[in-house]
Structures are given as structure tokens and as C-alpha cells.
């Protein structure tokens, strides 16, 4: 069923360089990802069709919408395992994307254990349409807590266009960048396509995600064989991440 090792042909897809995927919204029915089992197990087939051996999902935590908690995201990795007759196909881990909201503020005055993607990495996002006013405040929070902030997508923030620096300051200030492989694509727009490269010139990208919600993002990711030569890119430079997310 499960195709990890299929020859790839001239002119597809590959990313089996990548390792893993450290972004994706695979877990049933809890955010606006896969909404059950069989959908979840679709998904995960694709992205092992092109090349992902192992993956770390990061369903929302966003308080207004996404009431997820610590418990809701086991309860949900333990349905899809039991979905695979009890051992998912692929080494597969639940972390989280948290948006910076006064959510995120509560759980860490209260200690409560944040999902990782690897070690103590965490990855954040915010709003699309405005930056938090308090955005460093909040990241610099989470460093004192130990934790390694990720910044989903940051090439999605198109107000940033006009305001480029902040990108220099936030990894001044340690922030890993984690960028959509679709934006290379223009899937998001021009806008978010420029970022990307932008990002990718300043070699600012240090991990790759899909940010996989549905059987769209898969075909999109399908029909656009110049993402291996970007992932081939940034894997030369020494500098990527993926590879190191290991369990």
C-alpha cells in the first residue's frame, strides 16, 4: 500500500532527502486538517509516495477556534493508531502549532508542558492579517521558559513585505524560520512566493514543512517537481533542518 521506496520518475517529486516532514495537520477530526481516520490515512500514503519517511504533526492550538490540549492531541494520535490495526506506518509524532495568543501566555505561567517538534523546538504562528503588538515579548517568554521558538510559514505574513528588517531581527533574537514548500509554487499568492525567496536568498530557512491540511495541498505538492531542486538547494547548503528530526 505504502510507497516509500518507489523509484521516482524523471520530472516528479522528490523529497526523500528531506526525512521528515515537521508541519502537517494529519490528526482526525481536531483542527482543519484531515477530518477522519480514512482521509488522515490517505494523506499520510501520499506524502510517503513522495519520499517523507517520518513525520511530526502540528495540529492548531488557537484558542478561538482550536481548543486543542495536551490530551486532546493523545486522544487523537491514539484513534488514528488504532485505525492501522494498532502501529501507524511510518514513525510519526503529535506536537503543536501555537498561536501566540493570551492562551499560549496561560500555559506557560502555569508550567504546562508544551509539544515539541524536536527537543525543546515550538513551533508558534501568528495572525495573518496584523503582527502581534507584543510579538518579541511573547517569543523572548517562551525562551525563558527553554523552549527554541519555530515561526510557522513567515513568508505567509505578507504585511512584512513592506517591513523586511523584522525578519533579521527575529533571528537576531534565535528564532528558527520554518518555510511552506508551497509557497514556491505560488500557491499562496505572489506576495508569499516572493517572501519565500526572499527568505531562500537571505539563507534564513532553516526547515521545510508542508503545512498538509487536505488532499489539495497534496496535489499541489504532486504538480510542482522544481520543489526537489529547492529542497536539493537548501539541503546543500548545510543548513537545513529536517534531516535532524529524528525517533
Given at each position: 500500500?505504502?510507497?516509500?521506496?518507489?523509484?521516482?520518475?524523471?520530472?516528479?517529486?522528490?523529497?526523500?532527502e528531506?526525512?521528515?516532514?515537521?508541519?502537517?495537520?494529519?490528526?482526525?477530526?481536531?483542527?482543519?486538517?484531515?477530518?477522519?481516520?480514512?482521509?488522515?490515512?490517505?494523506?499520510?500514503?501520499?506524502?510517503?509516495?513522495?519520499?517523507?519517511?517520518?513525520?511530526?504533526?502540528?495540529?492548531?492550538?488557537?484558542?478561538d477556534?482550536?481548543?486543542?490540549?495536551?490530551?486532546?492531541?493523545?486522544?487523537?494520535?491514539?484513534?488514528?493508531?488504532?485505525?492501522?490495526?494498532?502501529?501507524?506506518?511510518?514513525?510519526?509524532?503529535?506536537?503543536?502549532?501555537?498561536?501566540?495568543?493570551?492562551?499560549?501566555?496561560?500555559?506557560?505561567?502555569?508550567?504546562?508542558?508544551?509539544?515539541?517538534?524536536?527537543?525543546?523546538?515550538?513551533?508558534?504562528?501568528?495572525?495573518?492579517?496584523t503582527?502581534?503588538?507584543?510579538?518579541?515579548?511573547?517569543?523572548?517568554?517562551?525562551?525563558?521558559?527553554?523552549?527554541?521558538?519555530?515561526?510557522a510559514?513567515?513568508?505567509?505574513?505578507?504585511?512584512?513585505?513592506?517591513?523586511?528588517?523584522?525578519?533579521?531581527?527575529?533571528?537576531?533574537?534565535?528564532?528558527?524560520?520554518?518555510?511552506?514548500?508551497?509557497?514556491?509554487?505560488?500557491?499562496?499568492?505572489?506576495?508569499?512566493?516572493?517572501?519565500?525567496?526572499?527568505l531562500?536568498?537571505?539563507?534564513?530557512?532553516?526547515?521545510?514543512?508542508?503545512?498538509?491540511?487536505?488532499?489539495?495541498?497534496?496535489?499541489?505538492?504532486?504538480?510542482?517537481?522544481?520543489?526537489?531542486?529547492?529542497?536539493?538547494?537548501?539541503?546543500?547548503?548545510?543548513?537545513?533542518?529536517?534531516?535532524?528530526?529524528?525517533?
Open positions: 500500500m505504502f510507497s516509500i521506496f518507489k523509484k521516482k520518475q524523471k520530472g516528479t517529486v522528490d523529497l526523500s528531506l526525512s521528515t516532514d515537521m508541519h502537517s495537520h494529519l490528526l482526525p477530526g481536531i483542527d482543519d486538517g484531515s477530518p477522519d481516520t480514512s482521509v488522515s490515512a490517505i494523506l499520510i500514503a501520499g506524502l510517503q509516495d513522495l519520499g517523507y519517511q517520518r513525520f511530526v504533526t502540528t495540529p492548531h492550538i488557537f484558542w477556534m482550536y481548543k486543542n490540549t495536551n490530551e486532546s492531541i493523545d486522544a487523537a494520535r491514539e484513534e488514528l493508531r488504532l485505525s492501522f490495526n494498532g502501529s501507524i506506518p511510518a514513525p510519526f509524532r503529535a506536537a503543536a502549532e501555537y498561536y501566540l495568543d493570551d492562551h499560549i501566555d496561560d500555559l506557560l505561567k502555569k508550567d504546562v508542558p508544551l509539544l515539541t517538534i524536536r527537543d525543546n523546538w515550538v513551533l508558534v504562528e501568528f495572525s495573518f492579517i503582527p502581534p503588538m507584543d510579538l518579541k515579548e511573547k517569543l523572548f517568554a517562551l525562551q525563558i521558559k527553554g523552549y527554541q521558538p519555530v515561526i510559514h513567515p513568508e505567509r505574513y505578507t504585511y512584512l513585505l513592506s517591513s523586511k528588517k523584522i525578519y533579521d531581527e527575529l533571528k537576531d533574537a534565535g528564532c528558527l524560520f520554518q518555510v511552506n514548500l508551497l509557497s514556491f509554487s505560488n500557491y499562496y499568492g505572489k506576495q508569499s512566493h516572493e517572501l519565500a525567496n526572499y531562500l536568498k537571505k539563507n534564513y530557512i532553516d526547515l521545510l514543512g508542508t503545512d498538509l491540511h487536505h488532499d489539495r495541498h497534496l496535489q499541489a505538492l504532486r504538480s510542482s517537481p522544481h520543489l526537489t531542486d529547492i529542497t536539493k538547494q537548501l539541503l546543500d547548503s548545510g543548513k537545513l533542518l529536517n534531516p535532524s528530526i529524528r525517533f
